[in-house]
């Protein structure tokens, strides 16, 4: 016996994605030296006239926005894709 997954549009009422998904991963040594504070951010986005450089330099401002013991950390990964199969 087999199983068949056939997928699905998605239903009325949920929220409309992006046109591309990303993922950014910053890290930044802790303030007393022992360990690291490491965050990542995903989701879509619609960045129609930004460049890649513009929408990665966007996202590092608003997760430094959000947790300010962020600022200058170092990018541990970034991608940005197409959100489409």
């Given at each position: ?20 998904q990303y ?60 959100n489409r199969?």
């Open positions: 016996m087999s199983e068949t997954a056939t997928a699905q549009s998605p239903a009325a009422g949920v929220p409309q994605q992006g046109t591309h993922v950014l991963t910053l890290q930044k040594p802790m303030p007393n030296g022992v360990g690291y504070m490491v965050s990542t951010s995903s989701g879509t986005c619609s960045p129609t006239g930004m460049s890649r450089h513009d929408l990665y330099t966007w996202l590092v401002g608003e997760m430094v926005r959000q947790t300010p013991q962020l600022a200058s950390a170092s990018t541990l990964f970034f991608d940005v894709q197409p199969i």
